[in-house]
Each structure stands twice: as C-alpha cells, then as structure tokens.
C-alpha cells in the first residue's frame, strides 16, 4: 500500500497562493488515482479535486474550480495542489489520497490517506 505524506501548508493572506505537496512512496505511484481533500472545523471531509493516473484527467470541486490546480508528476512521485486567489473559506486541513482504478470524488474510495497539512487564510 502507497504510503502519503501532504507537506507545504501554512498561514497566508487573503488572495495569497500556497502549492502543497503530497510525497508518496511504497508503491506504484503512477497506477494510483489520486485526489486532495480538506476538514475544516466542525465540518465533514470535502472533496476538492482529482486527477488519474497518467495526468490528463482532473476535476474539481465548484467551490475551488478556477483557483484550484491539481497536478502530479509520476517521475517524482509527487502529486501537487496549486491554490490560488486563496479566500478565508479554504482554511481547513488538507489531505491527499490514492485509489487504484478511476479517480474518484468519494472519499470513501480512496484506500491511503496522508496525515493532513494545515492551510490557514487570514482576512
């Protein structure tokens, strides 16, 4: 099983920009779908986009699309999230998942998760 590890998070203003980053490794990277996710306090797990496998394929959440740019690349094992014109609403804990087959926007899919890296956006 691919283990994950999100780094990159931190505190920031509003309208700034963050890239984290989500480090895999005991694994195939390149045959896992992957997709980001983020829990603010006191609210359910929610999804913010997903990629497959090869990198032609993303989709996003309305609440992030035209901010938000997931990406990977498969030779560093890496999967990104590029976030941009960052709003006080996206301050939650973010976290990278893999799933074999289909990307997927159900977060009961995805079988690894990393241990969450915070993002905060001050007004």
């Known amino acids: 099983q691919v283990q994950l590890v999100e780094s990159g998070g931190g505190l920031v203003q509003a309208g700034g920009s963050l890239r984290l980053s989500c480090a895999a490794s005991?694994?195939?990277?390149?045959?896992?779908?992957m997709g980001w996710f983020r829990q603010a306090p006191g609210k359910e797990r929610e999804f913010v986009g997903r990629?497959?496998?090869?990198?032609?394929?993303?989709y996003y959440a309305d609440s992030v699309k035209g901010r938000f740019t997931v990406s990977r690349d498969n030779a560093k094992n890496t999967l990104y999230l590029q976030m941009n014109s960052l709003e006080p609403e996206d301050t939650a804990v973010y976290y990278c998942?893999?799933?074999?087959?289909?990307?997927?926007?159900?977060?009961?899919?995805?079988?690894?998760w990393g241990q969450g890296t915070q993002v905060t956006v001050s007004s």
């Open positions: 005991g694994g195939t990277f390149s045959t896992y779908a």
């Open positions: 990629i497959n496998w090869s990198g032609t394929t993303t």
């Open positions: 998942a893999a799933k074999r087959g289909p990307s997927s926007i159900r977060s009961a899919e995805y079988g690894a």
